[in-house]
Nanobody, 124 residues
Framework: QVQLVESGGGLVQAGGSLRLSCAAS????????VAWFRQAPGKEREFVAG????????YYSDSVKGRFTISRDNAKNTVYLHMNSLKPEDTAVYYC?????????????????WGQGTQVTVSS
């Protein structure tokens, strides 16, 4: 079992930066892949970025590639999402999700553990 708690969301102007954190409980967190998803009002939840358990491989959606960076510190049981050059269309509730495995799925249904979400609002 893993429990996830996101933090770091807020209001930022376009072009600004934020760092989201996903803190996990559980001694075996290092065995889990972790991904960030986001959901804007009236839209489906979508994959943003993912990282393998060892942190050796990362994956990004085309919409954030080159602007967002996912990283993890297994000693602190925390995964981060560094978001730069933010755009109004990045406005959404951001969720972290975790799953045991080797590959990083991009579908919501493939993750068993979810945080409660943190709101990111980018003003123009």
């Amino acid at each position: 079992q893993v429990q996830l708690v996101e933090s770091g969301g807020g209001l930022v102007q376009a072009g600004g930066s934020l760092r989201l954190s996903c803190a996990a409980s559980g001694r075996t967190f290092r065995d889990y892949i972790v991904a960030w998803f986001r959901q804007a009002p009236g839209k489906e939840r979508e994959f943003v970025a993912g990282i393998r358990s060892a942190g050796d491989l990362t994956y990004y959606s085309d919409s954030v590639k080159g602007r967002f960076t996912i990283s993890r510190d297994n000693a602190k049981n925390t995964v981060y999402l560094h978001m730069n050059s933010l755009k109004p269309e990045d406005t959404a509730v951001y969720y972290c999700a975790a799953q045991l495995g080797l590959r990083v799925p991009r579908m919501v249904t493939e993750y068993d553990y979810w945080g409660q979400g943190t709101q990111v609002t980018v003003s123009s």
